[in-house]
């Protein structure tokens, strides 16, 4: 009875507090971002150029990207429109700031170059192909 007690106030107070905090979005002029693109069907992987993006929402506590999963569906709709890869797995990794996300950008790609005891095949996807296009954000 007294665990039933506490596990009642513990779910209470998580959804209390969960109603008071609200990530609050900002714009801001530009931001970086690049795209990996992978399936498990196969060991090719694409890299996008890191591409500046104007007018992008970011969460204003941690700078991280707002509607990560419409870059996401821009990338993942261009393989399987233009490209005729449908089932690929799409990852958009985004920064205010260039030198930092530079960093993940080269740490990741190292990770599939250098690092992998599979061998992948690496492409990159040219920016004259696919560029990001900014999404608007609903703000509530």
């Not at 930092?100 to 170059?113: A, D, R, S």
């Not at 996807?125 to 999404?135: G, L, N, R, Y």
Request: hydrophobic share 40%; charged share 25%.
């Amino acid at each position: 009875m007294k665990l039933f007690k506490h596990l009642t106030l513990a779910i209470a107070l998580m959804a209390f507090g969960s109603n008071n905090v609200s990530a609050q979005d900002v714009k801001v002029p530009h931001a970086y971002m690049f795209g990996f693109v992978a399936s498990f069907n196969d060991s090719t992987v694409y890299f996008t150029n890191i591409q500046k993006v104007d007018s992008v929402w970011v969460t204003k506590k941690k700078q991280m990207l707002s509607g990560r999963n419409q870059y996401a569906y821009q990338l993942r709709d261009f393989f399987t429109q233009k490209r005729n890869m449908p089932n690929r797995t799409c990852v958009v990794m985004a920064n205010v700031d260039r030198k930092k996300l530079e960093k993940k950008y080269i740490k990741m790609k190292n990770k599939y170059l250098v690092k992998s005891k599979k061998p992948y095949d690496v492409r990159n996807v040219a920016e004259s192909d696919f560029k990001f296009e900014a999404v608007e954000v609903v703000v509530e």
